[in-house]
């Protein structure tokens, strides 16, 4: 499969938007998402094709840098499309002089957390019953570099 993985730009947002609410239970509305356009902090990334496959939001601050949210529409799923941007994230996080990048992830979501522990992320905590519908637990990983 052809793809690249570019910044997030205005025309992704619908797509991006889209993908929230297929994947997430309090998905990021179209308005959220354009704002970080314009937040220095933030650093999003899309996996592109003829149309949006999949992204990943990031925000820095103070040399720490967190995933805010990644997903893959799921017909392109296993493809590697999460783990080329969970890699561009970090080497962008890296590059840009964090000393980690971190997310929280479901309990559930095994083949997440897969992912996560084979590109070096480690268990660093746990946030009770910090998703809704339904109640979970987070699960904190952190890579450092």
């Not at 793809?3 to 730009?9: A, C, H, P, R």
């Not at 003829?50 to 967190?66: P, S």
């Not at 783990?83 to 970090?90: F, S």
């Not at 998703?131 to 637990?137: A, F, H, I, V």
Request: proline share 2%; glycine share 8%.
């Amino acid at each position: 499969m052809n793809y690249g993985i570019v910044e997030m730009n205005a025309e992704h947002i619908p797509e991006i938007a889209r993908l929230e609410i297929v994947c997430f239970s309090e998905p990021w509305s179209e308005k959220s998402l354009s704002e970080e356009l314009e937040n220095e902090n933030s650093h999003f990334l899309a996996a592109v094709s003829d149309n949006v496959l999949g992204y990943i939001g990031v925000q820095e601050i103070c040399g720490e840098a967190y995933i805010t949210n990644i997903a893959v529409f799921g017909e392109y799923r296993n493809c590697g499309i999460g783990r080329a941007l969970l890699k561009a994230a970090c080497n962008g996080a890296k590059e840009r002089n964090c000393e980690f990048i971190t997310l929280e992830v479901r309990e559930s979501n095994f083949a997440a957390i897969a992912l996560y522990e084979s590109e070096g992320f480690e268990k660093a905590g746990l946030r009770k019953n910090f998703y809704s519908d339904p109640s979970e637990n987070g699960i904190i990983y952190t890579k450092y570099f």
